[in-house]
C-alpha cells in the first residue's frame, strides 16, 4: 500500500474518533441542561405551591380578623399558627426580597409593641393592611411585577416598633402564642 493511503486511513480514523468524542460530550452537556432546567422548574412549581398556600393562610388571616372580638383567644392562638406557617411556607420562596417582605408582615401581625396605645379595632384593621400589603407583593411576584411600594399605613405601623431590621433570613422568629 501506498503512503498516502496509510496517511488516509489514519485521519479518517481520527476524524471518526474527534466528531464521535464530540457527539457524546455534546450529548452529555444537554443531558446536563435539561437537567438544570428540570431542577429549576421544579423549584418554581414549588415556589408557585408554597405562595398560593400562603396565600390562603394570609386570607384566612383576614377573614379571621374580621370575624374576631377583642376576646377571642382561639382567633389569637390560630393567627399564631397561620403566621407560623407562612413562616415556614415563604423558606421555599427564591426572591429574598419576597420573602423579607411577607415575613416581616406577618412578623408584625400578632405582636404589639411597648407602649401600644392602639385601640383594638385599629390594632385589627393594621392587622387586615398587613394582609393586603403581603398579599399584593405575593401577587405581583406571580404576575412578575415587581413589588408595590408599602402603603402609609403599613409604613406607620412599622414606625411603631424599635428595631428597624426584621424578618430577614437570618432572623426567623417561631414563638408561641401566651396561653
Given amino acids: 500500500m501506498d503512503a498516502s493511503v496509510w496517511v488516509g486511513a489514519v485521519f479518517g480514523l481520527v476524524g471518526t474518533g474527534v466528531g464521535g468524542a464530540l457527539s457524546i460530550w455534546s450529548t452529555i452537556m444537554a443531558q446536563r441542561q435539561q437537567a438544570a432546567q428540570a431542577r429549576q422548574e421544579q423549584r418554581e412549581a414549588g415556589a408557585s405551591t408554597a405562595i398560593e398556600e400562603v396565600l ?7 377573614r379571621d380578623a374580621r370575624r ?30 419576597l420573602r423579607t417582605r411577607v415575613r416581616e408582615d406577618t412578623f408584625f401581625m400578632p405582636l404589639l409593641p411597648s ?11 393594621d392587622r387586615m393592611c398587613l394582609c393586603a400589603d403581603a398579599i399584593a407583593c405575593l401577587g405581583a411576584y406571580l404576575r412578575g411585577e415587581p413589588m408595590p411600594p408599602r402603603t402609609d399605613r403599613v409604613e406607620a405601623m412599622r414606625a411603631l416598633w424599635p428595631f428597624a431590621e426584621v424578618g430577614s433570613d437570618r432572623e426567623t422568629f417561631i414563638y408561641e402564642a401566651e396561653h
Fill in 56 to 62: 390562603t393562610e394570609l386570607f384566612e388571616v383576614q
Fill in 68 to 97: 374576631a372580638g377583642p376576646d377571642d383567644e382561639a382567633r389569637r392562638h390560630l393567627l399564631h399558627e397561620r403566621v407560623l406557617n407562612v413562616q415556614v411556607l415563604m423558606q421555599r420562596v427564591p426572591d429574598a426580597d
Fill in 115 to 125: 407602649g401600644d396605645s392602639r385601640t383594638w379595632e385599629e390594632r385589627r384593621v
